[in-house]
């Protein structure tokens, strides 16, 4: 602890960090630089899908490492176009754009929807709808597209082209308006917004207007996706064929990378020249992509996760307490409501050796790794239970 003591203050204040410094990680479990062992449902903020320093993953990287890291995309990369393929198999999706990051991804999708729309001569069609509540990233872009005033305070002006229209509220079909819209960008569960899924009914009206006036239909699963809900895409239990996809967080194990996906009618507004990234889809990342998609998409691999997620969200709705007022989410992306303020609970969980995160004030955040054994849910239902009654009816 004592070197990171001296070195703190050379790193910029960005973040609110919980008192504990990771070493070391291995499947569900992370080690402190002391020692101490925890249970990590955070999985890196649903970014090591498969576990920390996953066997398969690793040795395909390591493999990598010793051939070639970088080449740029001034030429053919197999690594890229066999993660790409990856992506799309069994898909109604046609062509990926790579990147490194989400907010990348996002920046990439309405791009695209803006080229669209302009290479049909509409160049008044160029707003980008969200909705309440929303997150898509930190860039100036995506800091727009995110409707949340706590992630816009202090940096005016906005960039414009956006709006924002509420979630799950049957007015914001109505108000969304075809000669000014080119796509409408949204969450299925909004992750960071405090783990709402979208309505069924509500996302397929909102779906159906975007057919009829020519929009973008166009889905963040960067928190959702990578399987983290029990099937590779959220979008597949919503019975949606988006014709935009972004991708990150669990795509790479933990190794950067993001990902746009079309299908073929936006994906051809993307000519040579239109779109970049030094660092996207470089053989390094590609490798990583492609072996998760691979052991995410194995025969069973997701049924499994589906039953066993399912099995703990239902034992976690079955806890009386006065504190929580809801449990939901799908998959491993599951969020408690409680009737105040979460941050006590996260400090008293870590205390046992378990970790979870916040999603706004109220809401604890869930996100264990797809790979978490029957075991290792127990475990953590018996400490969370014990820190319920604990803390009594407060
Ligand atoms: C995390 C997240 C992003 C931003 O991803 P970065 O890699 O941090 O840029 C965008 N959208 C959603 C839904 C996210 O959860």
New binding site residues.
């Given amino acids: 602890m004592s070197i990171l003591k001296t070195t703190e203050n050379a790193v910029m204040q960005t973040y609110g960090r919980f008192p504990l410094s990771i070493k070391q990680g291995a499947g569900s479990y992370v080690w402190d630089h002391e020692g101490n062992t925890y249970l990590d449902f955070t999985s890196g903020?649903?970014t090591c899908n498969l576990g920390h320093v996953p066997t398969g993953i690793k040795e395909a990287v390591q493999a990598q490492m010793e051939v070639l890291w970088h080449c740029s995309n001034l030429y053919h990369i197999p690594q890229q176009e066999a993660a790409a393929a990856a992506l799309t198999e069994g898909t109604h999706l046609d062509q990926v754009f790579f990147c490194n990051?989400?907010?990348?991804?996002?920046e990439a999708a309405w791009k695209l929807a803006r080229k669209y729309t302009h290479d049909k001569g509409l160049k008044d069609k160029n707003v980008i709808v969200t909705f309440s509540q929303?997150?898509?990233?930190?860039?100036g872009g995506?800091m727009a597209a995110t409707a949340q005033e706590k992630i816009h305070k202090g940096f005016a002006p906005l960039m414009p082209g956006f709006q924002h229209l509420p979630f799950n509220d049957p007015k914001s079909i109505y108000e969304i308006d075809g000669d000014k819209t080119a796509a409408v960008l949204l969450?299925l569960v909004?992750?960071?917004g405090g783990v709402r899924p979208a309505e069924y009914e509500w996302v397929q009206e909102l779906s159906e207007v975007c057919r009829q006036k020519d929009i973008l239909f166009m889905i963040?699963?960067?928190?959702?996706g990578a399987g983290r809900t029990g099937t590779f895409y959220l979008y597949e239990q919503y019975n949606l064929k988006p014709d935009v996809v972004?991708l990150?967080?669990g795509i790479g194990s933990g190794f950067p990378a993001?990902a746009m996906l079309a299908v073929n009618k936006a994906a051809a507004a993307f000519t040579a020249g239109t779109h970049g990234s030094t660092f996207g889809g470089n053989p390094l990342a590609m490798t990583a992509v492609k072996a998760t998609v691979e052991t995410l998409k194995k025969p069973f691999f997701l049924s499994e996760v589906k039953e066993k997620s399912e099995r703990f969200l239902s034992q976690l709705q079955k806890i009386e307490s006065s504190q929580v007022k809801e449990v939901r989410g799908k998959g491993c992306l599951i969020g408690i409501e409680f009737n105040g303020p979460v941050k006590e609970i996260i400090e008293q969980l870590r205390n046992r050796g378990v970790l979870v995160l916040p999603a706004g004030e109220n809401v604890v955040r869930i996100l264990p790794p797809l790979t978490a054994t029957n075991m290792e849910y127990e475990k953590f239902l018996s400490e969370f239970k014990e820190v319920i009654s604990e803390r009594g009816a407060v």
């Fill in positions: 903020i649903a990051s989400g907010a990348e991804a996002n929303s997150f898509h990233g930190r860039t995506a969450e909004q992750g960071e963040d699963e960067i928190q959702t972004t990150a967080k993001g």
